[in-house]
């Protein structure tokens, strides 16, 4: 070391003899007056930079470090062996090697003891989680030290043991729902068993209730048949007996009975209602006929509390696809209720044809001036068994099931029944009906119209009837007894047979021009006798009117029936029904073609009591379709028509060969010109002029004009042209 004062004199060395001297002098006599230059500066600028400066005293280069001591301008220089000083650092810096090298191997065994000491714990802790994960929830986590780790493990343990109590809960959770869903199941089994026998038993009711009324409408209407029957033909002969003490009874019996029977009806239509037995029956319906029909039913109920009965007819009413029996039925029930409750006031029937949403509907709308009904009373009035008042019962009578099932009626044929009515003032029952019968195809028409027939019916109702015969096939002997009273009265030839087989065997031997057919009978019943009548050849033409308690039309029309009848019958509706099919004249049928129906109807009555049958055409073109199935041994032709008129069709009729041999009589009130006769000479056998005659007078030349044609002769040629 070298102290030095700020004038360069060494205060301190290692070396006596330098002390007190001057740096400079001393390392020029060592040779080295640069170290005392590089020394000088450095005081003087106060550089503390280490010096490395060849030695002076040996070969190896000289380090000197400066350092100032500012109190007094002193330098402390440090002078070192390069060789001295490398060789301490040297083995410092191997010991420190040697140390860190130590240091270093300890750590790694101390990380991997530290290591081991803290995977180890999660390393079993993973080894348990995941044989959790496997579902093992007995699996033990023991905890090994009582860090945040063995906190974990205890976590994870706690953890498990709810798990696992859990999963047992579980498992006795399911055990129970299982056990629960096993005795619901058997009791659902036994509701099911339970239900499907009150399923079975409720159908078995269903048809013991069909068979019930199948059979009350058997048991009921056979003996009200026997008694309307006779009552009816009783009063027929009391009155040519002039026994008129007994008439009045009798007529009491008829209208007791007819009542009862309105009754049994009613209640009849109304179980199969409620059973789900009634059904609608579609069929071309002429809404004009049937307001006729209508109307002249009721006109007797008018009368009888004196009322006076109006019809108000729409514009081209048409006709309807609808049920026609209950439409019948409805109207009837409402015009007797009016009648019922009225008197000496006005009941009006209206019918009109309307358009809504595109589809055209039916309106019936009876009116009264009768009792009218109070406010609170109206919502009551279509309720089974309920009348406005009890009063009305006692004073009117009634069972309160008329409106009920009129109803339901028109409902079932897709319309409704509504009313208005104030008290004292009146009523009006209005019946609204589709034209059409929602979701049926058009069928064979009801009792009272005339079925649509195919061309083989037609001929095999007016050519093939070798007999002239009616044979009534019914098991009931009272029913066979009242048919053949009633039409032996009506001038027919009639045979019974009382069982199916006997049926079919006397068809065989008589060829009956008509059978009359039971449906309700032992061993053969009348299906079976209608097929076998149908599939024989000999009678295969023979036309069969279904006469039964058993009202299935669309069955009997679709085996070959031409016509359906009701029981009990009504006497009137049986003649008409029969005189379509069986005519008992032997001159021939008259075709006559007016468009007048009131005219038309006078002449054809004119011409029944001469003994001819009718067929009748309202213009040319009907009259054609009618000569397709039917020719007649002579024509009555009006000449001013709608559609085609006579002379049109006078040149139809000509142009065919087969038609050529039919007399026409021409009877018109149209004033013929030159080229109206020119065009009618050689055509007709005659023209007689409706207003050239008075009525009476006219109707005696038609009978002298058609007696007098050479008509005799069915093969006979007629004009040509």
């Known amino acids: 070391f070298l102290l030095l004062s700020a004038q360069q004199l060494i205060l301190y ?36 930079h280490m010096l490395q400066l060849a030695g002076w005293e040996s070969a190896h280069t000289q380090w000197i470090n400066p350092a100032m001591i500012e109190s007094g301008g002193w330098m402390l220089l440090s002078i070192q062996d390069e060789h001295r000083a490398l060789a301490f650092l040297t083995h410092q810096q191997a010991r420190a090697v040697t140390i860190l090298g130590s240091v270093f ?82 009791e659902l089994t036994l509701l099911q068993v339970g239900l499907e026998e009150a399923r079975d038993a409720a159908e078995a009711a269903n048809a013991a209730k069909s068979a019930f009324l199948a059979n009350m409408s058997h048991e009921l209407r056979t003996p009200m048949n026997a008694i309307l029957g006779y009552s009816e033909m009783l009063i027929e002969e009391a009155e040519d007996l002039e026994q008129d003490d007994f008439i009045s009874d009798l007529q009491k019996i008829n209208q007791a009975g007819t009542h009862l029977l309105a009754l049994i009806n009613d209640v009849l239509d109304l179980s199969k209602i409620e059973s789900g037995k009634m059904e609608a029956f579609a069929e071309p319906i002429d809404l004009n006929s049937l307001i006729d029909e209508v109307s002249a039913t009721a006109q007797p109920l008018m009368e009888k509390n004196s009322n006076r009965f109006s019809i108000e007819r729409g514009q081209q009413l048409g006709s309807a696809q609808q049920d026609r029996t209950k439409i019948r039925q409805t109207l009837f029930n409402l015009l007797s209720n009016s009648a019922k409750f009225t008197k000496q006031g006005t009941v009006t029937l209206r019918v009109e044809r309307i358009q809504q949403h595109g589809e055209e509907w039916l309106s019936f709308a009876v009116s009264d001036t009768g009792i009218g009904i109070a406010a609170d009373k109206i919502e009551h009035v279509f309720e089974e068994f309920t009348q406005a008042d009890d009063s009305t019962t006692r004073d009117y009578g009634g069972t309160g099931l008329g409106l009920a099932i009129s109803r339901r009626f028109c409902k079932l044929l897709g319309g409704d029944l509504s009313i208005h009515s104030e008290l004292g003032e ?44 009616i044979l009534v096939i019914d098991d009931d002997p009272e029913a066979c007894e009242i048919m053949e009273r009633y039409l032996t009265k009506d001038g027919y030839t009639v045979v019974t047979a009382d069982s199916g087989a006997q049926g079919l065997r006397l ?49 009997g029309y679709s085996l070959g029936a031409v016509d359906y009848l009701t029981k009990p019958v009504d006497r009137q509706l049986l003649h008409k029904t029969l ?19 009131e005219a038309r109807e006078i002449m054809a009555r004119t011409l029944k009591k001469s003994g001819w049958a009718v ?12 000569l397709d199935s039917l020719q007649p041994r002579l024509i009555l032709l009006d000449l001013m028509m709608p559609v085609m008129d006579g002379f049109d069709f006078l040149a139809a009729l000509r142009s065919r060969p087969e038609w050529r041999h039919i007399s026409v009589i021409v009877i018109t009130a149209k004033d013929l010109t030159e080229d109206d006769r020119e065009r009618l000479n050689g055509r007709v056998e005659a023209v007689l002029e409706k207003n050239a005659y008075p009525r009476e007078q006219l109707l005696e030349r038609i009978r002298e004009a058609v007696t007098s044609c050479n008509i005799g002769k069915a093969d006979s040629q007629g004009p040509s042209d």
């Open 579 to 597: 005189s379509r099919y069986y005519s008992t004249d032997d001159n021939g049928t008259v075709l006559l073609v007016e468009d007048d129906k």
């Open 13 to 48: 060395s290692d070396n006596a003899a330098y002390i007190g001297r001057s740096i400079k002098d001393v390392f020029q006599e060592l040779g080295r007056p640069d170290v005392a230059i590089a020394l000088e500066q450095a005081s003087v600028s106060r550089d503390t």
């Open 105 to 186: 191997v300890l750590s790694i065994v101390a990380i991997w003891l530290l290591l081991a000491w803290v995977t180890r714990p999660l390393r079993t802790l993973s080894q348990a989680v995941e044989e959790i994960g496997k579902g093992k929830l007995d699996t033990n986590i023991k905890r090994q030290s009582q860090d945040e780790i063995g906190d974990l493990a205890a976590s994870f343990s706690n953890m498990v043991r709810q798990l696992s109590s859990r999963e047992t809960a579980l498992k006795e959770l399911n055990e129970n729902l299982e056990k629960r869903v096993k005795e619901r199941t058997n």
């Open 426 to 469: 009146g009523s009006t029952f209005t019946i609204h009906l589709p034209a059409t019968l929602p979701g049926t195809a058009p069928q064979h028409p009801a009792a009272g119209t005339t079925p649509a027939k195919t061309e083989t019916e037609l001929e095999s109702l007016h050519q093939a009837r070798p007999g002239s015969t």
């Open 507 to 555: 068809a065989h031997e008589i060829q009956p021009a008509v059978i009359t057919l039971d449906v309700m009978m032992p061993s053969m019943d009348g299906w079976s006798v209608l097929s076998a009548l149908k599939a024989d050849p000999i009678l295969h033409n023979t036309p069969v009117i279904m006469v039964t308690m058993v009202d299935d039309r669309t069955r």
């Open 615 to 626: 067929a009748e055409a309202e213009n040319g073109q009907e009259a054609l379709d009618i």
